[in-house]
């Protein structure tokens, strides 16, 4: 999901539905394996890929045989709805109340 960019943590965490924890686990083996870079913004923390040719050639690699997977596809249009929402929505009320917040100030304009 980050190859189109960095994400949230909880943009994440929403994606893959595991606890924060969990996926704050994740995200620091990977970091220290050299294949993500964290950027923080106050309260969020951001993760992106490491911009080494060698991390993107191993991910290109190690996601070739997934093209066309169903459950690939799902969560990239799910990363795409999520990058339009407000990060500090999403992370406060949840995708759900963030997608309905969005929806109806929408509306409004």
Request: charged share 30%.
């Amino acid at each position: 999901m980050l190859r189109s960019g960095e994400l949230c943590v909880c943009q994440i965490t929403e994606v893959v539905g595991l606890a924060p924890s969990t996926v704050s686990a994740h995200l620091k083996e990977l970091k220290q394996a050299g294949l993500v870079t964290e950027r923080k913004d106050g309260r969020w923390v951001y993760f992106s890929l490491a911009e080494s040719e060698n991390t993107r050639s191993w991910i290109d690699a190690a996601l070739s045989p997934l093209t066309g997977d169903p459950q690939i596809e799902t969560d990239d249009v799910l990363v795409t709805e999520l990058r339009r929402l407000p990060v500090e929505e999403l992370c406060r009320f949840g995708y759900e109340a963030a997608k309905a917040r969005a929806n109806t100030t929408g509306a409004d304009r």
